[in-house]
């Protein structure tokens, strides 16, 4: 790597937390983040699967490490605060999504996905976007989804929270620029991971979602690597508040 793009792409000598690090979209960013040169640190709620993900993070030459936790549950939160250590880059892609019409939709449907969505990366802002803050440079990864900006079927307190997440994002952006800290949300398109399973059992769906992306096809995890490297590092020093949509033009349409 020349000179030129170690300046704008390297992430040598930089710590990032990786929330729902261990499969899917996290574990894409985590790697490609690892490898850019970034020690990492998993957090996920199965300790089987977060060994498994540190095991190939270290397979490819990654300092990685991972804590287990429900980050639906304040007290671990509150751990992963405590015992994470400072971060310079803190990417916030644990979710759940509780998948009723929206009729039937519980108040312990609305308070456990809005905990792990929603306030899960706003507590973890406030404890480590100050101290970034306080170093003069950091970066904040959100990751959203397409009902940050529109509805989805049969999801809808999973869509509140992805709207909220846009918003958290801005006000971040808002408090913490100034003082060298980037805070973006990533929009995926449609993409093929173990949270989308439910939504790839329906027949004929995977394929009516593959035919709207103008890229033709529905996105998978490693489509993610560089919208992640580039929001982790220097490149990225003048975006912030923004969303990038990393969605083969689902959103467009």
């Given at each position: 790597?020349?000179?030129?793009?170690?300046?704008?792409?390297?992430?040598?000598?930089?710590?990032?937390?990786?929330?729902?690090?261990?499969?899917?979209?996290?574990?894409?960013?985590?790697?490609?983040?690892?490898?850019?040169?970034?020690?990492?640190?998993?957090?996920?709620?199965?300790?089987?699967?977060?060994?498994?993900?540190?095991?190939?993070?270290?397979?490819?030459?990654?300092?990685?490490?991972?804590?287990?936790?429900?980050?639906?549950?304040?007290?671990?939160?509150?751990?992963?605060?405590e015992?994470?250590?400072?971060?310079?880059?803190?990417?916030?892609?644990?979710?759940?999504?509780?998948?009723k019409?929206?009729?039937?939709?519980?108040?312990?449907?609305y308070?456990?996905?809005?905990?792990?969505?929603?306030?899960?990366?706003?507590?973890?802002?406030?404890?480590?976007?100050?101290?970034?803050?306080?170093?003069?440079?950091?970066?904040?990864?959100?990751?959203?989804?397409?009902?940050?900006?529109?509805?989805?079927?049969?999801?809808?307190?999973?869509?509140?929270?992805?709207?909220?997440?846009?918003?958290?994002?801005?006000?971040?952006?808002?408090?913490?620029?100034?003082?060298?800290?980037?805070?973006?949300?990533?929009?995926?398109?449609?993409?093929?991971?173990?949270?989308?399973?439910?939504?790839?059992?329906?027949?004929?769906?995977?394929?009516?979602?593959?035919?709207?992306?103008?890229?033709?096809?529905?996105?998978?995890?490693?489509?993610f690597?560089?919208?992640?490297?580039?929001?982790?590092?220097?490149?990225?020093?003048?975006?912030?508040?923004?969303?990038?949509?990393?969605?083969?033009?689902f959103?467009?349409?």
């Amino acid at each position: 790597m020349s000179d030129y793009l170690r300046e704008l792409f390297s992430l040598h000598g930089r710590r990032a937390l990786v929330t729902g690090g261990s499969s899917g979209i996290g574990y894409a960013m985590a790697e490609a983040i690892g490898r850019a040169g970034a020690e990492v640190v998993l957090v996920a709620r199965r300790r089987e699967e977060l060994d498994k993900a540190v095991a190939r993070l270290r397979g490819h030459g990654v300092t990685a490490s991972a804590i287990s936790a429900d980050l639906g549950e304040r007290d671990d939160v509150r751990r992963v605060c405590e015992s994470g250590g400072d971060i310079d880059i803190l990417v916030n892609d644990a979710g759940n999504n509780i998948r009723k019409p929206m009729a039937e939709l519980t108040a312990d449907d609305y308070e456990r996905t809005m905990a792990v969505n929603l306030t899960a990366p706003y507590l973890l802002g406030q404890h480590h976007g100050p101290k970034m803050a306080g170093r003069g440079w950091g970066r904040i990864i959100n990751v959203g989804s397409q009902q940050s900006i529109s509805a989805f079927g049969d999801s809808g307190v999973y869509g509140a929270a992805k709207a909220g997440l846009a918003g958290l994002t801005r006000s971040q952006a808002e408090a913490w620029s100034a003082a060298g800290v980037c805070v973006n949300t990533i929009i995926p398109g449609f993409v093929l991971t173990p949270l989308t399973e439910p939504a790839q059992a329906i027949p004929g769906r995977v394929e009516a979602l593959a035919a709207r992306h103008m890229a033709g096809r529905n996105g998978v995890p490693q489509d993610f690597a560089g919208a992640a490297v580039f929001l982790a590092g220097n490149a990225c020093g003048f975006v912030t508040g923004q969303m990038l949509f990393v969605d083969g033009g689902f959103a467009v349409h």
